[in-house]
């Protein structure tokens, strides 16, 4: 079974403060998604990573593929009330092309 | 252009009751996902389609649960005498490959009183 771990499960910081969340996997995944959730919708993705050590920047985050490709991490620069919400990786199968998520960190900013 | 429709939005059922739940992907889209969500959690893998066809169904729980895509559109997941347990956010998600992002619907809030 593949299995995605998030690290931290919550995590609650003052706006302008900097964060990273961890996605760890003993699997190797062919992509990895990165995506927002908020309360009563869908996720919405943020980015895609597909090559081992990649490195993608989206304004004030920043995304990075390990180079084994089992793992990930997302970086956010000055946090901000509006980045609240569920973090989630999903990491996309090399069998079935079955895309799994990660266990989730919730991110509370505070203005 | 319209995204991806779920309903019912809620469904409150008793425990052992029949229930139905569909998803309307976006147009030509031929991949379609059914994950199922408690709070706080990431979603959890269900099945996926490719078409008609169920490419990958290993996430179904149980033979309770069932889903269909006759025609390659619309999806019904089928959950026959559910358990308070099955209590839920099922979200369904279409691409319009196998490997292209996923658009989700705002889910189904399934609960077995």
């Known amino acids: 079974t593949q299995l995605l771990e998030q690290s931290p499960q919550f995590l609650s910081i003052q706006e302008g403060e900097n964060l990273t969340v961890y996605c760890n996997s003993s699997s190797v995944f062919s992509s990895l998604q990165w995506y927002r959730q908020e309360p009563g919708e869908g996720p919405v993705l943020l980015v895609t990573v597909v090559t081992g050590g990649e490195v993608k920047k989206l304004k004030r985050l920043t995304f990075q593929f390990g180079d084994a490709r089992k793992d990930s991490s997302l970086h956010i620069t000055a946090a901000q009330p509006g980045d609240t919400g569920l973090y989630l990786c999903?990491?996309?199968?090399?069998?079935?092309?079955?895309?799994?998520f990660g266990t989730g960190t919730r991110l509370q900013v505070f203005p | 252009g319209a995204g991806v429709s779920q309903t019912p939005s809620n469904k409150v059922t008793e425990k052992g009751k029949y229930v139905e739940l569909r998803c309307d992907p976006i147009s030509g889209h031929t991949a379609l996902y059914w994950y199922r969500q408690s709070l706080g959690q990431g979603p959890e893998f269900l099945i996926y389609f490719q078409g008609t066809g169920a490419a990958d169904d290993s996430g179904l729980p149980n033979d309770r649960f069932f889903a269909v895509r006759p025609e390659g559109s619309v999806s019904t997941l089928k959950i026959q005498r559910t358990e308070r347990g099955d209590s839920a956010v099922y979200l369904c998600a279409s691409s319009s490959t196998g490997l292209s992002p996923l658009h989700f619907g705002n889910g189904t809030r399934l609960t077995v009183t």
């Open positions: 999903a990491g996309r199968s090399y069998n079935t092309d079955k895309l799994i």
